[in-house]
């Protein structure tokens, strides 16, 4: 199975594609900056390139069954980078024929029923009082997901952590409460995990403690 990874240079999605790759997939890294092939094993496929660009989004999902997005914000970046990426990567995928994405957001983006913890709450507030930008372009791209009929899953996490260990075990509930950290090895292995699971199509799992 052949995979396209949007956000393959940040730190999350660095982790995306080396488990994907160890995972059997093939893998098609798009990124954003030079020297991206420094972070990947042998054997994936680097398609440099801008999200916000339509042809360069269609040109690497060209010949993918699936799509794997780990966009995440950088200084200087567009506020709504997230959605108009999502924006391009969903049209894309509907002129080569592609359905299945999966997408990482973080848990401002609520749906009905989601039981945020305390501090989930209160860290989204402080988000919104200095990055309010960040948690509507994740709300706003979750909308072009749910309006693009396509096969998507929306994973969502608290917050992301430094630590380097490998969790071969996870949990994840439909609404909450969020686990406090999550390391990007886990985000990766839920990611790519998920790939194949029709139990998650059309649903936003959070990543539980």
Do not use: W
């Amino acid at each position: 199975m052949k995979i396209c990874i949007f956000g393959a240079d940040g730190r999350t999605g660095v982790e995306v594609v080396r488990y994907a790759k160890k995972c059997g997939f093939e893998v098609t890294a798009f990124v954003f900056n030079d020297n991206s092939n420094n972070y990947f094993p042998d054997g994936v496929l680097i398609t440099k390139g801008n999200v916000m660009d339509f042809n360069s989004v269609l040109d690497a999902i060209k010949n993918t069954d699936a799509v794997i997005s780990v966009l995440g914000h950088i200084k200087g970046s567009d506020p709504l980078m997230q959605t108009k990426g999502i924006t391009n990567i969903v049209h894309a995928m509907k002129e080569v024929g592609i359905n299945r994405i999966l997408s990482l957001t973080g848990t401002g983006a609520r749906i009905d029923g989601d039981k945020p913890s305390m501090i989930d709450r209160f860290l989204n507030k402080i988000i919104k009082v200095i990055d309010p930008e960040r948690i509507n372009d994740g709300i706003l791209h979750m909308k072009v997901l749910q309006d693009s009929q396509l096969d998507f899953t929306i994973v969502r996490v608290l917050k992301l952590s430094k630590s380097d260990k490998d969790f071969k075990d996870y949990k994840l509930t439909d609404n909450g409460p969020a686990e406090l950290q999550t390391s990007r090895k886990k985000v990766a292995r839920v990611l790519v995990d998920l790939i194949n699971d029709k139990n998650y199509i059309h649903k936003f799992p959070i990543i539980s403690g």
